[in-house]
Antibody, heavy 123, light 107 residues
Framework: QVQLVESGGGVVQPGGSLRLSCAAS????????MHWVRQAPGKGLRWVAFIRFDAYNEYYADSLKGRFTISRDNSKNTLYLQMNNLRGEDTAIYYCAKDRGHGGYVAYGMDVWGPGTTVTVSS | DIQMTQSPSSLSASVGDRVTITCRAS??????LAWFQQKPGKAPKSLIYAASTLQSGVPSKFSGSGSGTDFTLTISSLQPEDFATYYC?????????FGGGTKVEIK
C-alpha cells in the first residue's frame, strides 16, 4: 500500500537548519508531485511547498521562500525539505503528502499523507 | 493569496444528525476544492476532491458540492467516528491554502 514516512525532525536553535526526509513506498514515486504541509501546535494546516513529479518546478508559501527548499531524489524514492534560518514560528508538525495527479504539471491536491515529524525551534 | 473561510469554526451535534460545513473562497477556484478530516494526534485524511468526488474508500455518508466560490461538505448521519476537525483546501492557484477548520464535537 502507499506509504509515506517522514524523518529528520527534532529540536533546533533559532537560526539553525534542519533537513526533513520523506521515504515513499507502494507507488511509482517518480510519477507524482509531492507536498510538504505543516501544523503549528493547536493550529490549522498550512501548505509549505510542492515539487513536480520531475522536479522541474517548485512552488512555495510566500512567507517561506528563500528559507525553505523542497527537493526530491527519484532514484531513492525520497522527498526532502531543507529548512534554514529557523524561527520559533516554524515550530510545527511537518507532513509530507502525495499529490493525486499522475504526471501532473500542476498540483491536484493531496491524497495520501505521512504521519508527520515534529520540529521544535527553541533555545 | 486566495483566502478560504470555513463556517462554523466549531459545532456540536448528536449521533445521527445531518451536518453541513461551508467553505468560501475569496475568488473563484472552479471546482479545485478538497476536504480533509483530521482526528487528534493523527495526520489529515483525504475525503473529497474536485469539490464533489469521493476519495476511494471514504463512506458515501460524506458528500461535497459547490463550484466557483461557495462549497459545502455534508455528513448525512453523524457517527461517533466522525467527530473530528474538517478542513477545506483550494488547489486552483499557488500558494495552496486551507480553511481554518471546523471542529465537530459531540453534543
Amino acid at each position: 500500500q502507499v506509504q509515506l514516512v517522514e524523518s529528520g525532525g527534532g529540536v533546533v536553535q533559532p537560526g539553525g537548519s534542519l533537513r526533513l526526509s520523506c521515504a515513499a513506498s507502494g507507488f511509482t514515486f517518480s510519477d507524482y508531485g509531492m507536498h510538504w504541509v505543516r501544523q503549528a501546535p493547536g493550529k490549522g494546516l498550512r501548505w509549505v511547498a510542492f515539487i513536480r513529479f520531475d522536479a522541474y518546478n517548485e512552488y512555495y508559501a510566500d512567507s517561506l521562500k528563500g528559507r525553505f527548499t523542497i527537493s526530491r531524489d527519484n532514484s531513492k524514492n525520497t522527498l526532502y525539505l531543507q529548512m534554514n534560518n529557523l524561527r520559533g514560528e516554524d515550530t510545527a508538525i511537518y507532513y509530507c503528502a502525495k499529490d493525486r495527479g499522475h504526471g501532473g504539471y500542476v498540483a491536484y491536491g493531496m491524497d495520501v499523507w505521512g504521519p508527520g515529524t515534529t520540529v521544535t525551534v527553541s533555545s | 493569496d486566495i483566502q478560504m473561510t470555513q463556517s462554523p469554526s466549531s459545532l456540536s451535534a448528536s449521533v445521527g444528525d445531518r451536518v453541513t460545513i461551508t467553505c468560501r473562497a475569496s475568488q473563484g477556484i472552479s471546482n479545485s476544492l478538497a476536504w480533509f478530516q483530521q482526528k487528534p494526534g493523527k495526520a489529515p485524511k483525504s475525503l473529497i476532491y474536485a469539490a464533489s468526488t469521493l476519495q476511494s474508500g471514504v463512506p458515501s455518508k460524506f458528500s461535497g458540492s459547490g463550484s466557483g466560490t461557495d462549497f459545502t461538505l455534508t455528513i448525512s448521519s453523524l457517527q461517533p467516528e466522525d467527530f473530528a476537525t474538517y478542513y477545506c483546501q483550494q488547489y486552483n492557484t499557488y500558494p495552496l491554502t486551507f480553511g481554518g477548520g471546523t471542529k465537530v464535537e459531540i453534543k
